[in-house]
């Protein structure tokens, strides 16, 4: 059974969409970790069978994830190729609230970003009466990207300062500072709170 859908959406110039990881996005996955967007992430080796273990992992973890009402991961494609994933952490269905993450290629613009998360948050609305969620950028991060969740309804609801672990090479510990939003949905259809 699959617990996580295929959703569709689309820009001036461009055709998305969001479906459910599979074993042929082991590839995929192995190369969007070669080149991660957050502050200190350090990049996945495809040729090492750890970081292959760890992406097949993932991809059996996220059927178990929906199923159990735990997360959501979609591969996100624009154009029918691999650009990136969308992830739903964080979800506790007694609380109502989810947290969400979009990792992606260079080429995914926060356009395509906007939408692929707006098509997510309208199903998690619609299936599960999830209207509480949230985002959490990386001091360090594309500043760009902190802009265009403000553009889609998120708002910033809390900095907190040190939040977020960077490891040098060397070893050396430091800390940034991670801001977090928030998006409330109303509960009728597509209306803000």
Request: hydrophobic share 40%.
């Amino acid at each position: 059974m699959n617990f996580t859908p295929e959703l569709q959406f689309e820009g001036a110039d461009f055709r998305g969409r969001v479906r459910s990881l599979s074993d042929d996005d082991q590839a995929n996955l192995l190369n969007l970790y070669q080149h991660p967007e957050l502050p200190g992430q350090r990049p996945l080796d495809p040729e090492s069978e750890q970081a292959q273990d760890h992406i097949a992992r993932m991809i059996e973890l996220s059927v178990q994830m929906a199923a159990t009402q735990r997360g959501i991961m979609w591969a996100l494609e624009i154009n029918d190729e691999f650009q990136g994933m969308v992830s739903v952490f964080d979800w506790q269905p007694s609380l109502l609230r989810a947290t969400l993450r979009v990792d992606g290629l260079a080429a995914l613009t926060n356009q395509q970003r906007a939408s692929a998360l707006a098509v997510c948050m309208d199903f998690m609305a619609e299936k599960y009466h999830l209207h509480n969620f949230a985002y959490q950028w990386i001091q360090g991060q594309d500043e760009a990207l902190l802009t265009t969740l403000e553009n889609i309804g998120f708002e910033r609801s809390a900095t907190m300062r040190e939040a977020w672990k960077l490891v040098a090479n060397n070893g050396e510990k430091s800390f940034v500072d991670m801001i977090q939003l928030n998006r409330v949905l109303a509960k009728n259809e597509g209306e803000e709170a």
